[in-house]
């Protein structure tokens, strides 16, 4: 039996592909390479030793599905593939609902036809929109408030449906907080196109040179320092999260929404802090407006993972910070200027 996994190529969906291959599951790798490159998927298979098929496609392209599906004998499906900036999606809302939602209901018509019920999907925290009560846990209301948190609101509410529908669907959706770090190797990590909208990856462009200094979006948060507060979660324990909720879909019917994060706020201040101690000088920050649209403190309650998959994060900041730094030293411009590395 395979695991399909959509967007293997991407950052979380790499991480991903290694603990899968370490824990003895073999893996069928679909990415149209939108944003991402394939060299991550030859790292993988350098780290891990193991190789696996790659099908360059997108979801969309139902023939190609269909030629995965009939090709390979998949047994479930872990779905990454999908776009994520925040701000092209205000910008370019079609872009967001074709990619994300149409993608995956073809996605779900291939599966459906091939007689595949088992889907681990990737969710966010930000169906939880503005959060009144912290830490947030998986009966809280839900509310997206961007094109691209309402793909994720919208393709939850579409596996909700299929799985009333037909009991055979067992689906797992998993609402990631703030992924950060990268592989203890150095080999994978996340490789942002142009200015990095997120916290960790601006920080260490600051840190290495690439950047003059951090904005920190905010100092007047009810927060203890003032700047926003954030869960952030180490990649690789993120990416052993899907496991957990692989077994739990493999063996269950019906659909869980999980939070992945660790239960724990760091405000962006501690985060630059911690990043000093790693690299051992200065960050050079400044003190800015805020972010429209941010909210002020988002951290998760982990207890029906920890309940219901046997899982918990047990990374912390530190090797949060050392393992994003060392990804960043090594590979300055990510996966890019890299091409002659030899593929096999
Ligand atoms: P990523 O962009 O690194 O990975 C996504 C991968 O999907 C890329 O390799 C891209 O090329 C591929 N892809 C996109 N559209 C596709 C399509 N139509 N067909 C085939 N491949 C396609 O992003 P990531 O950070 O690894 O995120 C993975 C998933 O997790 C996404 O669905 C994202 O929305 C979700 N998520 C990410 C975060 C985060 O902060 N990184 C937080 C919450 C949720
Ligand atoms: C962002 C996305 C969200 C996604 C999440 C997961 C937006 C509006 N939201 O949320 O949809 O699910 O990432 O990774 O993009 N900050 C700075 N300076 C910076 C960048 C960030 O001070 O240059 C602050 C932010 O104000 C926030 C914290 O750092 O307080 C984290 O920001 P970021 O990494 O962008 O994540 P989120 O805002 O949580």
Same mark, same amino acid.
């Given at each position: 039996?395979?695991?399909?996994?959509?967007?293997?190529?991407?950052?979380?969906?790499?991480?991903?592909?290694?603990?899968?291959?370490?824990?003895? @599951?073999?893996?069928?790798?679909?990415?149209?390479?939108?944003?991402?490159?394939? /060299?991550?998927?030859?790292?993988?298979?350098?780290?891990?030793?193991? #190789?696996?098929?790659?099908?360059? &496609?997108?979801?969309? =392209?139902?023939?190609?599905?269909?030629?995965?599906?009939? =090709?390979?004998?998949?047994? &479930?499906?872990?779905?990454?593939?999908?776009?994520?900036?925040?701000?092209?999606?205000?910008?370019?809302?079609?872009? @967001?609902?074709?990619?994300?939602?149409?993608?995956?209901?073809?996605?779900?018509?291939?599966?459906?036809?091939?007689?595949?019920?088992? /889907?681990?999907?990737?969710?966010?925290?930000?169906?939880?929109?503005?959060?009144?009560?912290?830490?947030?846990?998986?009966?809280?209301?839900?509310?997206?408030?961007?094109?691209?948190?309402?793909?994720?609101?919208?393709?939850?509410?579409?596996?909700? #449906?299929?799985?009333?529908?037909?009991?055979?669907?067992?689906? &797992?959706?998993?609402?990631?907080?703030?992924?950060?770090?990268?592989?203890?190797?150095?080999?994978?990590?996340?490789?942002?196109?142009?200015?990095?909208?997120?916290?960790?990856?601006?920080?260490?462009?600051?840190?290495?040179?690439?950047?003059?200094?951090?904005?920190?979006?905010?100092? =007047?948060?009810?927060?203890?320092?003032?700047?926003?507060?954030?869960?952030?979660?180490?990649?690789?324990?993120? &990416?052993?999260?899907?496991?957990?909720?692989?077994?739990?879909?493999?063996?269950?019917?019906?659909?869980?929404?999980?939070?992945?994060?660790?239960?724990?706020?760091?405000?962006?201040?501690?985060?630059?802090?911690?990043?000093?101690?790693?690299?051992?000088?200065?960050?050079?920050?400044?003190?800015?407006?805020?972010?429209?649209?941010?909210?002020?403190?988002?951290?998760? #309650?982990?207890?029906?993972?920890?309940?219901?998959?046997?899982?918990?994060?047990?990374?912390?900041?530190?090797?949060?910070?050392?393992?994003?730094?060392?990804?960043?030293?090594?590979?300055?411009?990510?996966?890019?200027?890299?091409?002659?590395?030899?593929?096999?």
């Amino acid at each position: 039996m395979n695991i399909l996994i959509t967007g293997g190529a991407g950052y979380i969906g790499s991480h991903t592909c290694v603990e899968l291959l370490n824990a003895g @599951y073999n893996i069928v790798v679909v990415d149209n390479l939108s944003n991402s490159s394939q /060299l991550s998927l030859h790292r993988v298979r350098k780290i891990t030793g193991k #190789d696996f098929l790659f099908y360059k &496609a997108d979801i969309r =392209d139902k023939n190609a599905l269909e030629t995965i599906f009939h =090709d390979n004998q998949i047994g &479930a499906v872990i779905h990454f593939a999908g776009l994520k900036a925040v701000g092209e999606s205000v910008s370019m809302p079609l872009k @967001y609902y074709q990619n994300n939602v149409a993608g995956t209901v073809t996605l779900c018509e291939v599966m459906e036809k091939h007689g595949v019920f088992h /889907l681990v999907f990737s969710s966010s925290a930000t169906v939880y929109g503005e959060q009144e009560c912290v830490p947030v846990n998986e009966d809280s209301t839900l509310h997206a408030t961007n094109p691209y948190g309402r793909t994720k609101l919208m393709i939850e509410d579409i596996l909700r #449906d299929l799985s009333n529908s037909d009991s055979n669907w067992s689906v &797992a959706l998993l609402r990631y907080f703030n992924p950060v770090g990268a592989h203890e190797s150095g080999r994978i990590g996340e490789d942002p196109n142009g200015l990095p909208n997120n916290l960790v990856p601006y920080i260490t462009q600051v840190a290495v040179g690439k950047l003059s200094e951090l904005q920190v979006f905010g100092s =007047d948060y009810p927060t203890a320092d003032g700047t926003g507060v954030r869960d952030y979660i180490h990649v690789v324990d993120l &990416a052993v999260g899907h496991i957990k909720a692989l077994d739990k879909v493999l063996f269950s019917k019906g659909i869980n929404a999980y939070n992945l994060g660790t239960g724990n706020g760091y405000s962006v201040l501690e985060m630059v802090h911690a990043f000093e101690e790693v690299i051992g000088r200065p960050i050079p920050y400044r003190l800015c407006v805020r972010r429209p649209g941010d909210i002020a403190i988002s951290y998760a #309650d982990v207890r029906k993972a920890k309940l219901e998959l046997g899982w918990e994060a047990t990374k912390g900041i530190n090797e949060m910070c050392k393992d994003s730094w060392r990804w960043q030293v090594e590979n300055p411009n990510g996966y890019k200027e890299k091409y002659s590395e030899k593929m096999k």
